[in-house]
Nanobody, 122 residues
Framework: VQLQASGGGLVQAGGSLRLSCAAS????????MGWFRQAPGKEREFVAAISWSSSNTYYADSVKGRFIISRDNAKNTVYLQMNSLKPEDTAVYYCAASDRPPLTWKANYGSWGQGTQVTVSS
């Protein structure tokens, strides 16, 4: 699966951004999708994930209540709506496709996008 993430940028603390990730596959609806992020000098960490039919979503504690993951299977796209952004949200954000749970594990994702930079200024 080829994934193309977009929507990153520079935003002030308290602001919002929406990331998009377009997948080039005819079987997008068969993949669970996730977002991860990596800040300079840190490990790549789980942010959010969503099941095939959007019936289940998962969030890291650090973003729960502020970020919303969603998908549109007709458009082969997964989104990450990020609200109330904080400087500590600054990172490169990656979308990824998984074919097995649990979705919080990086190792369960076989395809990754190129990443999009999100910078939150204080």
């Amino acid at each position: 699966v080829q994934l193309q993430a977009s929507g990153g940028g520079l935003v002030q603390a308290g602001g919002s951004l929406r990331l998009s990730c377009a997948a080039s596959t005819r079987t997008f609806s068969s993949y669970r999708m996730g977002w991860f992020r990596q800040a300079p000098g840190k490990e790549r960490e789980f942010v959010a994930a969503i099941s095939w039919s959007s019936s289940n979503t998962y969030y890291a504690d650090s973003v729960k209540g502020r970020f919303i993951i969603s998908r549109d299977n007709a458009k082969n796209t997964v989104y990450l709506q990020m609200n109330s952004l904080k400087p500590e949200d600054t990172a490169v954000y990656y979308c990824a496709a998984s074919d097995r749970p649990p979705l919080t594990w990086k190792a369960n994702y076989g395809s990754w996008g190129q990443g999009t930079q999100v910078t939150v200024s204080s």
